[in-house]
C-alpha cells in the first residue's frame, strides 16, 4: 500500500481556508437597503472572521456582517454601519466602511505579509518582566515598530515583586538607559499592588494596547487595572520557562475614565523581518544625528571604516548596549529568508 503524501503547510492552509469560506457562505446573510436603518458610527470591540462587534455611541454592542467591499476591519476601527430592522441568526447589522485610521499596529504574517492588530491606539504599553527573563532586545523590537507606526510608547517592567538583588541592577541599568534616551519606564507588580495607579493616571481618555512576550503579565496587569473584567491567565511554563498564550481574541474594554483598552492575543517576539535596514534606522531614535555622516554611502554600521556609530559609541555619545541590540537586529534581517518577500 502506498505511504500517503504528506500535505505541506500551504495545501493545509488552503483547505482550511476553502472550508472556512463555506462556512462563511453559509452563514452570510444578504441584507436588502429597505431592511436596514441609516448610517450611524461606531467602534469596533472585536472581531471574528466575516463577523464584528460594533458598539454604539451609548454603548451597546452589535454583531455585524461585513461588506465585501470593505478591505480590512482590525480592533480600534471607527465604521460606518447599519442596524438591521430584524435580529437574523444574531446578526444584527451590516458594516459598510471605515474610517481612516489615525495609527495602526501590525506585524508580519508568514502567508498573509503584514497584518494589522489594531487601530487608532494612542499609546503602546510595552511589557517585559523578571520572569520570564528581562530580555532589552525585545523591548527595542517593540520599540522600532512604535517610532514606525508614530504611537507613543511606555515601557513597563512588571512583576518587580520577583526582583532580586543579583539581577536588580542589570535590569536598573537598561531601564535608565531608555529612560535617559527619551522613553518613559513604569515599575508595576499586579501581585503587590504597585504601581498600578500610575498605568491607571496614563490611560484617562487614551486608546491603549498592552504588548510583549506571553508571560509577562499582560492579562493580569488588566485584570488589576479593570478587576471586573476577569480575563483568563496562566502562570510561566515551569518546563519551557516560557509564558502560555491567555487571550485569543483582541477586544477592546472602556475604563470608567474615559480610556480605552485593547487587550490583544500575546506575541511572544515581535518579527521585523519585514523592515529595511532603513526603517530599522528610524527605530533607533538617539542615532538620527549620526546617520548620513558615515564615511561611505553604503555603511553596514560594523566593522566598516569611518563609521559615524562606532564612532558615537567610542566618544560614549551612543550606549554600547543599544548598538549591539541595533546591529543584532539588522543581522537578523540578512539571516531570515522570509526577509527577501516583503523586501
Not at 510583549?212 to 496587569?221: D, E, H, I, R
Amino acid at each position: 500500500m502506498a505511504k500517503a503524501k504528506k500535505l505541506t503547510k500551504g495545501q493545509h492552509r488552503r483547505i482550511k481556508q476553502n472550508i472556512a469560506n463555506k462556512l462563511n457562505k453559509e452563514t452570510q446573510i444578504t441584507w436588502q437597503d429597505n431592511e436596514l436603518s441609516e448610517q450611524q458610527t461606531g467602534i469596533i470591540v472585536s472581531r471574528f472572521g466575516q463577523h464584528a462587534d460594533v458598539e454604539s455611541p451609548d454603548g451597546e454592542v452589535f454583531r455585524c456582517n461585513i461588506r465585501r467591499t470593505v478591505d480590512s476591519i482590525v480592533c480600534g476601527d471607527i465604521v460606518v454601519w447599519r442596524q438591521g430592522k430584524e435580529t437574523q441568526h444574531s446578526i444584527r447589522g451590516v458594516i459598510e466602511a471605515v474610517h481612516e485610521r489615525t495609527s495602526v499596529l501590525a506585524r508580519p504574517d508568514v502567508y498573509d505579509g503584514v497584518k494589522p492588530i489594531a487601530a487608532n491606539i494612542d499609546q503602546i504599553f510595552i511589557v517585559s518582566s523578571v520572569v520570564p527573563a528581562f530580555n532589552p532586545d525585545i523591548i527595542d523590537r517593540y520599540l522600532v515598530a512604535t517610532e514606525l507606526t508614530g504611537i507613543k510608547p511606555i515601557i513597563v517592567l512588571n512583576k518587580i515583586d520577583l526582583l532580586s538583588a543579583e539581577n536588580k541592577l542589570k535590569i536598573d541599568r537598561h531601564l535608565q538607559l531608555y529612560h535617559d534616551i527619551g522613553y518613559e519606564v513604569l515599575y508595576t507588580s499586579s501581585k503587590a499592588q504597585q504601581g498600578i495607579e500610575n498605568i491607571t493616571d496614563k490611560l484617562n481618555d487614551k486608546t491603549s494596547i498592552f504588548v510583549g512576550q506571553s508571560g509577562v503579565g499582560k492579562s493580569t496587569l488588566v485584570n488589576s487595572l479593570m478587576p471586573e473584567l476577569g480575563l483568563l491567565t496562566k502562570e510561566v511554563s515551569e518546563n519551557s520557562g516560557l509564558g502560555q498564550h491567555t487571550t485569543t481574541v483582541a477586544r477592546l474594554y472602556h475604563f470608567p475614565t474615559g480610556g480605552r483598552l485593547i487587550d490583544s492575543p500575546g506575541i511572544r517576539e515581535f518579527g521585523l523581518w519585514h523592515l529595511s535596514p532603513e526603517q530599522v534606522d528610524q527605530g533607533f531614535i538617539e542615532f538620527q544625528s549620526y546617520f548620513g555622516y558615515c564615511k561611505f554611502r553604503d555603511c553596514k554600521h560594523q566593522n566598516d571604516p569611518g563609521c559615524a556609530l562606532q564612532q558615537a559609541v567610542s566618544d560614549g555619545k551612543i550606549n554600547p548596549l543599544r548598538f549591539a541590540s541595533y546591529q543584532r537586529i539588522l543581522a537578523s534581517l540578512g539571516d531570515n529568508k522570509l526577509t527577501s518577500r516583503f523586501n
